[in-house]
């Protein structure tokens, strides 16, 4: 579970095991989880956030977009 990123209290991540679905990160905070696509930065999963903090998290991806493809493909060997 490689971590990307850590900010105001979130924690930006991978799953080791998702081999086979296009590259994305999960948001935790709290009990709190979203799932975005890094192709679209598409919302594929809110599990409790408001959509201002939604808007936030999505700024904070796009900003470290390229980083996160990176680690994605170094890890997964794309």
Excluded: C
């Excluded at 799953?15 to 679209?40: A, C, M, N, R």
């Excluded at 919302?43 to 201002?52: D, I, K, L, S, Y």
């Excluded at 991806?61 to 493809?69: M, T």
């Amino acid at each position: 579970m490689p971590t990307l990123l850590n900010w105001k209290g979130h924690k930006f991540l991978f799953y080791s095991k998702e081999i086979g679905e296009p590259p994305h990160v999960h948001v935790l905070k709290d009990k709190k989880q979203l799932k975005v696509w890094l192709s679209d930065l598409r919302v594929a999963r809110n599990a409790g956030f408001a959509a201002h903090e939604v808007n936030a998290i999505l700024a904070v991806i796009a900003e470290n977009r390229a980083q996160f493809l990176e680690t994605w493909n170094d890890y997964f060997g794309h």
